[in-house]
């Protein structure tokens, strides 16, 4: 149920108005004083059950208006006390018990249906033509193979245009190119040791926290309430390391 101070409010209304009358027609089929109060108690307890199960609400609405409509026409005289009114009220106790003891459980969920398998795709290679193979489609001019072409016109007599371009190609590629010959070096050579250009110049841990601690120290003195959670976001460090350089800072001061 939804946390609505105006709904619980309505309800708690709505149930104490009902436990009146369910409790005067409970007296009147012959319940006793303090037994009596049982009557409206079970069935405010089913009421809130069906409402959190969201179940049996129209039940729940059914019964309270008949229980309730009985009570005060037997209080202004128009509806006698019967044999079927007083067992109709003596039965509120055990189907009330029934029933929130259904509501209790907890209905089984639908199973997942599993999930289809997809088929796997399948992957056509096709087989390489062969590099001599004749052409299939149109073409310009005589069709000629790759080696009369590295070797000339089919006669013979022409130049070997393609061999010669791959000889020259070969050549070019084959050739290393001269290496530069190294300039002498004028830069100073720095002398061997270690030297106080060597040390390392960055704060370690330790002096690190110790000016962090002093920074918080200092601002404390302007800001007495501030929190471990501001150093941190201030530092742009953790809100425990924050903490802790607090600490260290009220220890100190």
């Known amino acids: 149920m939804k946390r609505d101070p105006l709904l619980w409010a309505a309800l708690a209304a709505v149930l104490v108005v009902l436990a009146s009358a369910e409790y005067q027609l409970a007296v009147a089929c012959g319940f006793g004083t303090y037994v009596a109060a049982g009557v409206p108690a079970a069935l405010d307890v089913y009421a809130l059950a069906a409402l959190r199960a969201r179940r049996d609400v129209l039940a729940v609405v059914a019964t309270l208006i008949a229980v309730n409509a009985a009570s005060h026409l037997v209080e202004v005289g128009l509806l006698p006390v019967s044999v079927p009114l007083v067992v109709g009220v003596s039965a509120i106790a055990p189907l009330v018990l029934w029933r929130v003891h259904r509501l209790s459980e907890r209905q089984a969920e639908p199973e997942a249906e599993p999930a289809e398998l997809q088929p796997e795709p399948v992957t056509v290679e096709r087989a390489p033509e062969p590099v001599d193979a004749e052409p299939i489609g149109p073409v310009l001019g005589p069709w000629s193979p790759v080696a009369e072409l590295s070797s000339g016109t089919a006669g013979g007599t022409g130049p070997d245009l393609l ?91």
Not at 221 to 250: F, H, K, M, V, W
């Open 163 to 253: 061999g010669d371009h791959f000889a020259r190609a070969a050549k070019v590629i084959g050739e290393r190119p001269a290496e530069p010959a190294a300039e002498p070096s004028t830069a100073p050579v720095p002398p061997t040791g270690t030297g106080a250009a060597d040390i390392a110049s960055e704060d370690t841990a330790n002096t690190t926290f110790a000016k962090r601690v002093q920074t918080v120290r200092n601002w404390l003195q302007d800001e007495p309430e501030l929190t471990g959670t501001e150093i941190g976001t201030r530092l742009g460090i953790s809100d425990g390391y924050g903490r802790r350089l607090l600490r260290a800072a009220r220890e100190d001061s």
